[in-house]
């Protein structure tokens, strides 16, 4: 037996429990792992049953198991795909994988067992297996659509995803292909997901797909792709949400918003060519009148006899001459009215005068220093942007007067790369969002919609210390955001 013993101690090197058994099944050699895995000391295996390491109910299997084995006599796996157990010496058991390879020696051939405690493994498994249970279990129920596919072949599908794809069943979905229910236009994108890391997944965040059920009924569907492990394999689980509704009402609430916002560029429009027939009828009919009456109280004036008595003369040349006054007032009158209904100087001047000109009659009326400063050429040809641009300004200003409180405006326009640029800032007490969003700051909205209607934007910004600033941009040349607009009249009023 000292080949035995050799034997042995070269065993003792070894991470596993190695036993050695002669033919009739008696332990002739054991390494120290072994005897510890058991719980023997070292030494008490030899000698005793190899019976004694296998619990009394797989015994008779054992047995079983090593007389064939001696009818093949090759190396193999024990309890291959069964559960295989060791027993202890307290009787206790742990659950092992256990080989067997034949070793021929002149006293004749003795069986080398290696066993491995594998209860950390089934431990593992158990887990698993456990933890799947679970996860089924709560997805099975879940009212969500749950898909869950490995390589692109479905392994799992709720019945919430049979409800929502109206599809025969739940096992008429598993095992096929993944992208056979993804429609064509978004093949690309499916399988580029499929491919990224789960942190670009992530972040690309859920995928909006138009989809078609089982009756041929198209429907909005939003997929959300997470990795996990199904059946211990690396796998993708789908969340599949209908947002039919959602999509429904997005699309209906921006038609209303666009339909509100052709209104308003209509309205705008109807406005300025209102004003301006209003502006032409006060300056044809009541211009007119005026005219008439001034030349007339000069005639009369012509034709009366001269010195009469009781300075009656006198008496009548001052009141013809005080009429004479107040109808040149009423002309100053009548042309401001003409002008603020109708921004005369930009038919005639241009944008950059108009704005000057606006700024010059804004300080003579309210005493606040305005300051222009205009760069670049004049927008003249684009009577409706120019126009736009001049009621911003008038509005503004006219926002400084009634609610700033400021000594100072500063007014300040350029074009930069097909861009107008507008600001007018003012010293004021500012403005606060609140101020700025209230449903009734009608002046405000009015001035965005304005700029809207060319693609250009109005923003108000600057409260306390700093006062407000008004800021335009606004797109030049290309087409304007509606149709529904008329040309506005050209005519000078
Ligand atoms: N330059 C400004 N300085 C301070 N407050 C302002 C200024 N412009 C606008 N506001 C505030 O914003 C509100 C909304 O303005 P607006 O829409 O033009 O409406 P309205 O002028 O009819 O009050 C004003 O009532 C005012 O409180
Ligand atoms: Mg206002």
Redesign the pocket.
């Given at each position: 037996m000292t080949e035995i013993h050799e034997l042995t101690n070269v065993f003792e090197y070894l991470p596993d429990a190695v036993v050695l058994t002669d033919r009739r099944g008696v332990i002739s050699g054991a390494n120290g792992q072994a005897a510890a895995l058991f719980g023997y000391d070292p030494g008490e295996l030899e000698g005793r049953e190899i019976d004694c390491l296998v619990p009394e109910r797989l015994r008779e299997l054992h047995r079983g198991d090593r007389s064939r084995y001696y009818g093949s006599m090759s190396v193999r796996a024990m309890g291959g795909g069964r559960d295989f157990a060791g027993r202890r010496k307290d009787g206790s058991e742990f659950p092992a994988d256990i080989s067997l390879s034949p070793f021929e020696t002149p006293g004749g051939t003795i069986i080398i067992s290696v066993i491995r405690d594998v209860t950390e493994r089934v431990n593992l498994e158990e887990a698993r297996r456990e933890s799947e249970e679970r996860y089924r279990a709560l997805v099975d129920l879940s009212p969500e659509a749950i898909v869950v596919h490995a390589n692109g072949i479905i392994v799992y599908v709720n019945e919430a995803t049979v409800q929502l794809l109206l599809a025969p069943s739940r096992p008429a979905l598993i095992g096929r292909s993944f992208l056979d229910f993804v429609p064509p236009a978004y093949t690309e994108e499916v399988i580029r997901r499929m491919q990224a890391s789960p942190s670009e997944v992530q972040k690309a965040g859920p995928l909006l797909v138009k989809a078609t059920r089982g009756d041929g009924q198209e429907f909005f569907l939003e997929a959300i792709a997470s990795r996990i492990t199904y059946g211990g394999q690396p796998a993708a689980q789908v969340i599949l949400r209908d947002i039919s509704d959602r999509v429904r009402a997005y699309e209906e609430l921006r038609a209303s918003r666009e339909q509100l916002r052709r209104l308003s560029t209509h309205l705008q429009s109807v406005r300025e060519s209102e004003r301006g027939a209003i502006a032409r009828e006060i300056h044809d009919e009541l211009g007119g009148a005026l005219t008439a009456l001034k030349f007339d109280i000069a005639s009369f004036e012509e034709v009366l006899p001269q010195g009469d008595a009781g300075g009656l003369r006198d008496t009548i040349v001052e009141k013809l001459e005080s009429m004479s006054a107040l109808i040149d007032s009423t002309v100053q009158t009548m042309r401001r009215i003409i002008t603020q209904l109708r921004p005369v100087l930009l038919d005639s001047l241009g944008l950059n005068a108009a704005i000057e000109w606006l700024a010059e009659d804004f300080q003579n009326r309210t005493g606040i220093a305005c300051e222009t400063r205009i760069q670049g050429e004049d927008i003249l040809s684009d009577h409706d942007r120019a126009t736009a641009v001049y009621r911003i300004v008038q509005?503004?200003l006219?926002?400084?007067a009634?609610?700033?409180g400021?000594t100072r405006v500063e007014i300040a326009m350029g074009i930069h790369e097909g861009t107008l640029r507008l600001s007018v800032h003012?010293n004021?007490?500012?403005?606060t969002d609140e101020?700025?969003r209230?449903p009734?700051?009608?002046?405000?909205?009015g001035m965005k919609e304005r700029a809207l209607i060319f693609g250009g934007e109005v923003t108000?910004g600057g409260s306390g210390e700093g006062?407000?600033t008004?800021s335009l941009t606004l797109p030049l040349g290309g087409r304007r955001e509606s149709s529904a607009t008329e040309t506005t009249d050209h005519r000078r009023a």
């Open positions: 509005e503004t006219t926002n400084v009634r609610h700033a400021a003012d004021g007490k500012g403005v101020q700025i209230a009734g700051s009608f002046g405000i909205m108000l006062g407000t008004v």
